[in-house]
């Protein structure tokens, strides 16, 4: 435990936390002042299908969240996380260093347009994204650049996330999005356009009985069209608890706690 302990504070900068993940004693590093991850990655982590020996990309990595999780949960043999802020891809490693995954998960500097030009092409076997949500020029924007990057598209589109990955993705590479349903026509539209095929779709809603807030996106790079729609995946109960469960009553995602 003492030896635990002043791992951690070594790892941690003045004003960071270590948050458990609850998944093996995993822990991710965030700063409560910048852009913490929410449960829309750890829908997209459940969601997305990682086999043994694969390598899987995140695009647009943040804090890592992805990639830690997949390798908790996973048998995939590398992961790598593409993030463009320099500061917090450096917060991302010191959380690859403290769950020791320096073999299997890799935090790389670079910007998502320019990433077929930073890995080998058609090299992956999955990408997986959390993109901005908003459109550069709707809504108000946040005053914290940060907070702008991670919600609206600012530093890349939806287009130059797709692009790179057809590029980057092999032959019937699987992709990975959680997204916002009032965009889902452009998603598919602009996914067939970059040659990876929507497979299978999941729409996340708040209560059974509200509209979707989040839609969770498989597509396959050079696949045949056709579209898989999953039963809907149902997160809070009335009475407030989280219920994370399917339309089936099957239960998804597991709970994240901060400490």
Known sequence: MEIQKKMESNLLKQGERLDDLQLGGLGLIQDPDKFCFGVDAVLLSDFAKVRQGETVLDMGTGNGIIPVLLAGKTEGKHFTGLEIQADTAEMAQRSVRYNHLEDRVEIVTGDIKEAATIFKPAFFDVITTNPPYMLAEHGLRNPDDRKAIARHEVLCTLDDILRESMRLLQDKGRFYMIHR??????????????????????????????????????????????????????????????????????TGASCIIQI
């Open 181 to 250: 349903p009032f965009r889902l026509t452009e998603i598919l539209t602009k996914m067939s356009q970059y040659k990876i095929e929507p497979k299978r779709i999941q729409f996340v809603h708040p209560y059974l009985d509200k509209e979707p807030t989040m839609v969770l996106v498989e597509g396959m790079r050079g696949a045949k069209p056709r579209v898989k729609i999953e039963p809907p995946l149902i997160m809070y109960s009335r009475d407030g608890g989280l219920r994370m469960e399917n339309g089936y009553g099957h």
